[in-house]
Every structure is written in structure tokens, then in C-alpha cells.
């Protein structure tokens, strides 16, 4: 039993179908999960590049560092050239395993001051001796006031230098992936770096923002679950309804395997197998297996026939021939010789002409050479009461002998129906030869000219047997014909009688 299911057409069919099948999925799965999990990585990247872009925008148009609105749910770190905390997000405690110190109340430059440096107090200049202020004319007082400076007229301004403008470096922002600690939770980010020139001269600085991988990982690890767990399901499904389709599909095949088994067992040939309604390859292997069943009927029909007709035919010569044989041993004088040795060549004959046909029956064939028609017809009717007409000379492919045999038994049946005249034309036509053997005798039935090439027929059952034959002289010479790819066929003559027309392939 599992032998035969391993052999099983139905559970090899499964098997393949389901390993396709997890084949597919498998590979489907992996494009999808790397798939999902490079396009979430990108939103991270993405988003930390915003966040990043965003502060450094900020920064570079003037925004002093204390005033920029760090997300505390993400981390944020701004440093300056030598890698020191400017600004932070306030619950942004470690990063990549390092702790990040909370940024001074007063940064030094670089990086701009929350808090504007004291200016310096201004010294007044020493004052004039005193001096009796006396009023002008006009009523003017030149004294100044004390602790005023007054520019001397030699004095000139220096021209005030353009600010200098603040930019985000050029180039792509600098990717990296870590950790951070944010409000006591670690948890990994990627995170996008850009390089910022402070305004005024105030230095360069970094900023670095993150986002956070976890939901992105989180997705995929529920995905991947999701398929572990529903693929085993789905192979199930897929073998269970592939075993039942395949089962159903081979439903009609075991049926005709069965019933085939069962013809073998009871040898009757006139079962058949059944055809199911479909129109699919199964279908047509039923009616196929049916038509050679019928042709296997027919030809163990045919054999049984045959040698059951063999017998009866044998039977006959082999009995005169012992009776002839006893006579002559109780009384030799009444031996008849003549007749003796008519029987002996009949009986010759006979065996002949069946071991003839059980070579063609077996499928034998002789190697084929050149011959001109003409001849042939000249040597079959040299001696006989026949003519020869020749309408073309054609040149045909086959055996001398066994072609010699198909003429030699057309024109002995005509000898033995015809009244005067018996007459051989050869011609061509269509790519074939046809040679007609025509008669004047009483012809054959219209609904006996298949009958005729049957073995051991005889229409005129009244006859005897000696003037008769055994009736296998029209079914050799068809069987002749066949072998030779040619067709034999009886028709009504010109002369009146039958016409029987070898048609033969021309010879290339």
C-alpha cells in the first residue's frame, strides 16, 4: 500500500503542485518583507532628514540655538566643530552609548549666547580747567557739558563690514544608524546629519536628528509572522485541493485501467472501456483504446476464422489423399496415380498459399526494386487466352514474385469466369499504375465486390472445389496489393464481365 501511494500519479502530482507552490510563496514572502522593510527604512531616513533640514534652515537664517523647538519625543543633538553639546533634546540622555551632556546656560562662541555679553562702561573724558563761562553776543554757550565726547575733526569712521551670511552645507546629508536613550527608553534610530555655517562668522555646527526604526521593525516582524504562520495553512489548502482535482481528473483514467484489467482477465474482446463526456486527453484515450479493441476483435475474429476454414480446407485433400493411399495398399492395381499426385500439389498449394498469408498477416516485407509494368504483364499472360493493351508504360516499386502472384490470381479468376475474351490494360493516372484484367464472364454483384476479397469466399458454392479453388486466391492478391501500398477493387468490365483494378504508386 505505500508503495503504491508513493507510485501514486495523484500524490506525485501534489507533492510537485504544493513544492511549486511554497516555492512561490517563499520567494514572494522574502520580496515582500525586504521590500516593506526598505521602504519603512527610507520614511525613517526621510523623516530624520526633515527634521535635521528643518533645525539647520533654522540655524543658518540667524535663530539663535536656545530659541529652536527640539522635539523631545525624538532625538536632537547639535554640536560644534570639536563635537561639543550645543543643544539637545531635553529627554535625550544617551546616544549611540555615550551620554549626551545637557547644553551650558551661556555657550561660547561658536554657536551664538542666550544671554547678551555686558558691554563695556564708558569713560568720560577728563574735564577742561574751570573757566569763566561767559555768554557771546548772540547769547550762545560754548562751554560743554562734562563727561561729552566730541570727535576730533581729524577723526574718521571706518565702513562697517557686510554681515556674513549663514548656509547648510552642500551635499547630501550623512546617514548613520544607532541607539538613543530617549526619556529612559532605548531604542534604535536612523539618523540624518547636516553641516550648518552659523551666520556672522559664528562657526559651523552639526545637527543631528533620528527617527525611530522600532514601528518599521515592528511592521516587519508582524508580517513575517504573519506569513510563517498563514503559509503552512495556504500549503495545506493547496495540497488538499490539489489532491482532490487530481483525484477527480484521474477519476475516468482509473476507470479505464479497471475495465482494461478486467478484458485481460476475462479475455472477452467485445468489452469496452468507458469514454467519459469530457473532450480532454482522457476522453480521447478511451476511444482510442476502444478502437483498438475493436481491431483486436476483428483480427482475433479473423484468425479464428482463418484457422477453422484452414482445417476445413486441409481437410479435404488430406482425407482423399488417405483414402487414395488405403485403397492402394488393399489393392494396388486400382491406384489411380494421376489423381494422387492432383491432390498432393492441391494440398501444395494450399499450404502454400497459407503460409503466404501468415507472413503478410505477420507484417512481412521483402526489399522493393524497379519494374517496368509491360513486363510484368508479358510474363503473366504468356501462355494464356489473354491480350494486353497498353495505353503507358509506368514503373512501379515491389517485389517481382509477389506481383507476378497478384496478376497470376486475377487472371486465373478470370479464366475460370470468362466466356471468350479476357484482356489486360495497363495505363496511369493520378501517380499511380493500373493494370485492369477485364472479362466477358457474368461479373460479380455490385453487393458482393468486398465479399469476394474475404478468405475462403466462394460465391458459387455449387461448384466444386477442384474447379472453385479455396477461395483465398482475390484475398491474397489484395493482401499483395496492401503490402505494396496499393489498392485492389472490382468494378463491371467493358467486356461485360468484371474488371478488377490494381492501382500501384509510381515508382520515383
Do not use: C
Not at 480446407?313 to 485403397?327: F, G, K, M, N, Y
Not at 507484417?363 to 509491360?374: C, N, T
Not at 484484367?437 to 461479373?443: I, M, N
Not at 472490382?490 to 515508382?507: I, K, Q, V, W
Request: hydrophobic share 40%; proline share 6%.
Amino acid at each position: 500500500m505505500a508503495a503504491d501511494v508513493r507510485g501514486s500519479l495523484r500524490t506525485r502530482t501534489t507533492v510537485a503542485a504544493t513544492a511549486v507552490v511554497a516555492v512561490a510563496l517563499v520567494i514572494a514572502g522574502l520580496a515582500v518583507v525586504l521590500l516593506l522593510r526598505a521602504n519603512l527604512g527610507s520614511q525613517a531616513q526621510l523623516q530624520a532628514e526633515v527634521t535635521a533640514q528643518q533645525l539647520a534652515s533654522q540655524l543658518a537664517g540667524g535663530t539663535a540655538i536656545a530659541k529652536l523647538d527640539l522635539d523631545d519625543e525624538s532625538p536632537v543633538r547639535i554640536t560644534d566643530a570639536k563635537g561639543n553639546v550645543l543643544a539637545a533634546s531635553e529627554k535625550l540622555t544617551e546616544l549611540n552609548g555615550q551620554p549626551v551632556q545637557p547644553p551650558r546656560a551661556t555657550p561660547s562662541k561658536p554657536g551664538g549666547s542666550t544671554t547678551a555679553p555686558p558691554k563695556p562702561a564708558t569713560t568720560p573724558r577728563p574735564s577742561t580747567p574751570s573757566s569763566t563761562v561767559t555768554d557771546d553776543d548772540d547769547g550762545d554757550d560754548d562751554d560743554k557739558s562734562p563727561g561729552r565726547d566730541e570727535p576730533d575733526d581729524d577723526d574718521t569712521s571706518a565702513p562697517t563690514a557686510p554681515p556674513d551670511p549663514g548656509r547648510v552645507a552642500e551635499g547630501d546629508a550623512e546617514y548613520s544608524t544607532g541607539s538613543a536613550t530617549v526619556d529612559g527608553r532605548t531604542a534604535e534610530y536612523r539618523f540624518a546629519a547636516l553641516k550648518v555655517k552659523l551666520p556672522k562668522g559664528a562657526g559651523d555646527v552639526t545637527v543631528q536628528a533620528g527617527a525611530e526604526l522600532a514601528t518599521a521593525r515592528d511592521a516587519v516582524s508582524t508580517v513575517s509572522q504573519s506569513m510563517l504562520i498563514g503559509l503552512p495553512l495556504l500549503l495545506a489548502i493547496v495540497a488538499l485541493v490539489t489532491w482532490m482535482v487530481t483525484r477527480r481528473a484521474l477519476a475516468p483514467v482509473e476507470a479505464i485501467r479497471t475495465e482494461l484489467a478486467g478484458i485481460t482477465g476475462s479475455r472477452d474482446l467485445r468489452r469496452r472501456v468507458p469514454v467519459p463526456e469530457s473532450r480532454d486527453e482522457v476522453a480521447r484515450l478511451a476511444r482510442t483504446t476502444n478502437d483498438t479493441l475493436t481491431a483486436l476483435e476483428t483480427s482475433v475474429a479473423q484468425q479464428r476464422a482463418f484457422v477453422a476454414d484452414a482445417s476445413h480446407e486441409l481437410r479435404s485433400p488430406i482425407a482423399s489423399l488417405r483414402t487414395q493411399l488405403e485403397v492402394a495398399a488393399a489393392h494396388p492395381e486400382l491406384l489411380e496415380l494421376d489423381e494422387l499426385i492432383a491432390d498432393t500439389v492441391r494440398l501444395q498449394h494450399l499450404a502454400a498459399d497459407l503460409l503466404l498469408l501468415a507472413r503478410l498477416d505477420a507484417g512481412d516485407h521483402v526489399d522493393p526494386q524497379r519494374l517496368y509494368v509491360a513486363d510484368l504483364v508479358r510474363d503473366a499472360i504468356d501462355g494464356r487466352r489473354a491480350t494486353m493493351v497498353i495505353d503507358a508504360e509506368p514503373v512501379v516499386l515491389g517485389n517481382k514474385s509477389r506481383l507476378e502472384r497478384i496478376l497470376g490470381n486475377l487472371l486465373d479468376n478470370a479464366e475460370r469466369h470468362t466466356g471468350k475474351a479476357i484482356r489486360v490494360v495497363i495505363s496511369e493516372a493520378g501517380g499511380q499504375a493500373m493494370i485492369q484484367v477485364q472479362d466477358d464472364g457474368p461479373g460479380v454483384p455490385e453487393a458482393d465486390r468486398e465479399r469476394i476479397f474475404e478468405r475462403f469466399v466462394r460465391l458459387d458454392d455449387a461448384r466444386s472445389r477442384d474447379e472453385g479453388g479455396a477461395g483465398l486466391g482475390l484475398a491474397i492478391a489484395r493482401d499483395l496489393a496492401q503490402a505494396h501500398e496499393g489498392t485492389l477493387t472490382a468494378h463491371t468490365s467493358p467486356l461485360g464481365g468484371a474488371s478488377f483494378d490494381l492501382r500501384l504508386p509510381l515508382a520515383t
